[in-house]
């Protein structure tokens, strides 16, 4: 294998590899918060191996201890309950996503199952700042397409019917956890929103949206009183303002808006539910206070704290925050803010064993598509080939084009395990926000209507072509990887334009749209309707033959570069048979193909076991097509479940 960190362009020796368990293993602690009463504070944590929810007094952090103890799956969330006296977690079972809600009792520390349903998804529609002891949850255990929304009594146990959700996408409700809102799928593509009084939702729409900001609109929840109904709106508008509405008269009045960003988050009063600070971003994240009362508290963080800072929970009394601050050039690290007197303590650095690796910057940049639409995107360049952290290379590189799902998602400003990781074998790393990603603006979504594997595709061939003219890329050594759309992506990339990659890295994605749409899950059932316009509609001729003459499956004879593919076998979204399907395809035309099946994952792989040996298989793969470094695997296969597949041409 080349060592290309010290290529013929410069002297400087390859920094030291960075072992893949550092990045990928499980973190020493991650989601710290404090409880609402601010006695405790909880983080997630490794238990005998396994992530696990832990707990504390507040001013007796040592005396910490696991309140769960999962085994096989980690816990990767979690919210205390309003009245702290539990925590509460969903799990699943394999990676088949049929998420259950579980309560940990903080004074017993008796776990028990909240929805012992089968084949069910639960979410939580209302929690309240008045009422502690309850919350709202949807349960689709009755339909498996629909979720009816119940009030559960943390304390009990007991749940009860509120209102059956047939037909709905989702519902709002008040701090009195009273419904308040539904919203239902229409045929524009959009959303319709109804009242609801007294549980039953009234029979006229009050408002509506068609496809054009079906993703960019939505209620954003009431204040305590229930006197304001915040939106993130961009009807009339292109990007996504922050709109309050008065419940009475109608009004509205814009918040915060940004020209180039929708509004992305909001910190809210915790007593009163008002708005105190919004986030957008474009390229990089901003928070601006719009409450003089946190405007001081935000600027005395970002005067202390280098990177993204977040409030990640608040005590009802508002004197206590947690924070997670990302430095992006390393791990994030949790905070406990003490109001008053304006003091940080440290409480834990997610990754400390990362503490003096050759960790490098992600750089911002904007690609002018083949079109004029702008891709914010993000450059990681390998330690020590770039001069004073400039964004371009002193040499061109090998790199990978790291694509992420979604679609209808985005890359962030923001540390990336998978960036340090393949830099640090010595590859340039881009990740782009093609046409189709979300956060900036409705126009930047509806530009790859019935584009997957046309225009959005161009998008990352025009990147690619950019890096090249740049000097940063190696135009015959660029690889393509992703995930879910970004696997669909990487398939799209070695079958549409064969001769562009030099290998591709498919995790999770389809390579067949029409029996992609077939088999989404029953609870997407609300969303149908957008997925047809959005990809091709397979109800009538046009729209199927679009959707095959976009699916990678029927161009597989194509594929003349390295192919490696990962997939869960209880994958819901995409099922095992995308993967199988063009494994077969390949197989049956003599192109080789290497094929990971991980038996007890889903849409991705969430045991960090078996996410490390696909990355130890991956890394092998790169550096064969790239001739970059590889850390031995040695028995990081063994430690998994992967089933692994390989077939010669």
Not at 1 to 30: Q, V, W
Not at 69 to 79: A, D, G, K, L, S
Request: net charge negative; proline share 7%.
């Amino acid at each position: 294998m080349t060592d290309i960190a010290s290529g013929p362009a410069t002297d400087r020796p390859a920094p030291p590899l960075i072992e893949r368990a550092k990045l990928f293993g499980n973190p020493s602690r991650s989601g710290g918060r404090i409880s609402p009463d601010g006695r405790w504070l909880s983080w997630i944590a490794p238990h005998q191996g396994v992530m696990n929810i832990w707990l504390a007094p507040i001013d007796a952090l040592s005396d910490a201890i696991a309140v769960t103890h999962e085994t096989v799956r980690p816990i990767r969330e979690y919210i205390w309950a309003p009245d702290s006296r539990s925590l509460l977690f969903v799990q699943d079972k394999s990676g088949d996503e049929n998420f259950l809600l579980y309560g940990v009792d903080v004074a017993t520390r008796h776990e028990r199952c909240l929805t012992p349903f089968e084949n069910t998804v639960v979410q939580i529609i209302g929690t309240s700042v008045a009422i502690k002891d309850r919350i709202l949850v949807g349960l689709n255990n009755r339909d498996p397409h629909w979720h009816d929304i119940h009030s559960l009594d943390l304390n009990s146990g007991a749940l009860t019917e509120v209102l059956r959700g047939d037909g709905f996408a989702g519902f709002l409700a008040d701090d009195n956890l009273t419904l308040r809102m539904a919203l239902s799928p229409n045929v524009a593509g959009g959303y319709d929103f109804f009242r609801i009084l007294d549980n039953a939702v009234e029979p006229e729409a009050f408002a509506t949206t068609t496809l054009d900001d079906a993703l960019t609109t939505q209620p954003a929840g009431f204040t305590v009183d229930g006197t304001t109904l915040y939106w993130i709106d961009s009807r009339g508008r292109n990007t996504a303002a922050l709109i309050a509405q008065d419940v009475a008269t109608g009004e509205t009045s814009i918040v915060a808006q940004d020209d180039r960003a929708d509004i992305g988050a909001v910190l809210a009063n915790p007593k009163t539910g008002r708005v105190e600070a919004y986030s957008a971003t474009y390229l990089t994240p901003e928070w601006i206070a719009v409450d003089p009362a946190v405007a001081d508290d935000l600027a005395f963080l970002h005067d202390q704290l280098d990177g993204t800072v977040t409030v990640t929970s608040r005590t009802d009394a508002d004197d206590k925050w947690t924070i997670s601050n990302d430095p992006v050039t390393g791990p994030p690290v949790a905070w406990l803010y003490d109001r008053g007197g304006r003091q940080l303590t440290r409480l834990y650095d997610t990754r400390p064993e990362l503490a003096g690796a050759p960790l490098v910057p992600m750089h911002p940049v904007e690609i002018a598509a083949r079109d004029g639409l702008v891709l914010p995107s993000y450059l990681t360049l390998p330690h020590g080939t770039a001069s004073a952290g400039a964004a371009r290379p002193d040499h061109t590189l090998p790199m990978v084009l790291l694509v992420h799902g979604g679609p209808w998602a985005r890359d962030n400003f923001a540390f990336n395990a998978y960036h340090q990781w393949l830099a640090n074998r010595g590859y340039a790393v881009l990740s782009v926000n093609f046409r189709g990603s979300t956060g900036f603006g409705k126009a930047f979504i509806s530009a790859a209507d019935l584009q997957w594997g046309a225009a959005m595709h161009d998008d990352l061939v025009d990147a690619v072509r950019w890096a090249v003219d740049e000097g940063i890329a190696q135009p015959e050594k660029v690889a393509i990887m992703g995930g879910s759309y970004g696997g669909y992506a990487t398939l799209v990339g070695l079958t549409f334009t064969p001769e562009l990659f030099a290998c591709g890295v498919d995790i999770v994605g389809p390579s067949n749209l029409e029996t992609l749409l077939e088999t989404i899950p029953p609870y997407w059932e609300a969303a149908r309707e957008q997925f047809h316009q959005r990809m091709g509609d397979p109800r009538h001729a046009e729209g199927l033959q679009m959707l095959k003459d976009r699916s990678p499956l029927y161009k597989a004879d194509r594929i003349i570069r390295p192919l490696l593919i990962g997939q869960g076998a209880n994958d819901p979204r995409v099922n095992q048979a995308e993967s199988d399907q063009i494994v077969g395809a390949m197989r049956a035309k003599g192109i080789p193909v290497t094929y990971v099946l991980f038996p007890d994952e889903g849409h991705g792989f969430a045991r960090p076991e078996n996410n490390i040996a696909f990355n130890a298989i991956a890394e092998d793969f790169l550096a064969t097509c790239l001739g970059g470094r590889a850390e031995p695997a040695d028995d990081t296969l063994a430690a998994s479940s992967a089933i692994v597949s390989q077939s010669a041409g």
